[in-house]
């Protein structure tokens, strides 16, 4: 067998591109189509759908377009601080002219002294400097000013927030209330939200007491369609010389509870156990590789059950079996479950702390293998 040498087609944990992301053709489109109308979009999808990925891969059809698209992650702001000196740099890194960029910087900017200085290759970096200066609102506002600068009359910007729900630790200013109305001014800029945590994103932009309120069109995304997923699972396969059977491909499907990030883990964990010694996939292997992937995090997952309250526990337990109508009697009869009353609670608190999730009106266990150990203990 020479099959060693080849890289492992599967890819997760990161955003894929390329041959790697298949189908969302749709939702790109719609995406695009949305903003170069100049609407503003919200994002709604569970954990580990693809969000980024998509939005990654509709910013190359819209720059293609001639739109200058920042992206904006702000899962690492912890600090009004650390907000300014990210969202600078992120403004900074698509612009080709840096010069003109400090110049529209600093006529925006008052209290703020940005920086040019030179990587490790010899190429300009933009930097900021507070120079001792407080970043209060009036600094944020002026720093929200600068996508619409950047546009000019003749262009058009296109901002994309993600984990656009960790704006709640901005809370010392009125951040919500501020960005909103930018967002209502800017003409020549609009905006994409999206976020890992729905509960907290549809609270932000459908409760009519935040700032959000009806502020972008709502689009969610959900699961990639089973024959595609097949097809792509089969000739990562196939390259490697490896067969893998519909039956069997739909078995990984199942395990992995659909997730793509999920259905990329296996996969890869499951070429990586045969490149070098078996041809065909068969349900023991794929149960082999299921397994080796709950051991690595077993300590994990039951410190996290055990930290469950009795009524979380049962409830994780049903929903093991099944997600949907959970709070209707014949559910809590089947299930042996408490009430309804606190069923719901323990169902809000598994999805506010991430370990349970939404779809379609139906729950599921956001991670399969945390499934897998549940049904396993
Ligand atoms: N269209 C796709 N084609 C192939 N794989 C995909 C696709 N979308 C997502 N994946 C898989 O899911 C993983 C997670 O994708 P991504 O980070 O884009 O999701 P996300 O919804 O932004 O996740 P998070 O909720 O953690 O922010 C990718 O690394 C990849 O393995
Ligand atoms: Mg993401």
Redesign the pocket.
Known sequence: MQKKKEMNP???????RGN?????QKEREHIVATLSGGNNVVLY?????????????AIEQLEAQGFCCIYFDFMPVFSLESFVRLYSKALSIKQTNLQKFVQIFTSAVKSIRPVLSFDENGSPEFSIDFAGSTVNESVVSQLLDIPEKLAGANHRVLVFF??FQEVEKLDSINFEGLLRSKVQQQRQTNYLF???KTHIMKELFNSKKRAFYNAALPMS?SY?PENE?IE?LRKGFSDSSIVLDNETALYIISVTSM???????LASEIWQYMVNSCDVVTKEIVDECSMRLLAHKSDYYMELFDRQSQSRKQLLQALTKSGKNIFSASYIRTYNLPSAATLQRAAQGLVKDGIVDKINGEYFISDPFFKLFIKCT
Not at 20 to 24: A, L, T, V, Y
Not at 259 to 265: C, F, G
């Open positions: 599967f890819h997760y944990g990161s955003i894929v790697s992301f298949f189908n969302r999808a569970p954990r580990r759908f693809g969000k980024t990925s998509l939005i990654f891969s993600d984990e999206l976020g890992s995304i990639l997923t792509y997730i793509p990030h999920y259905i990329q883990q």
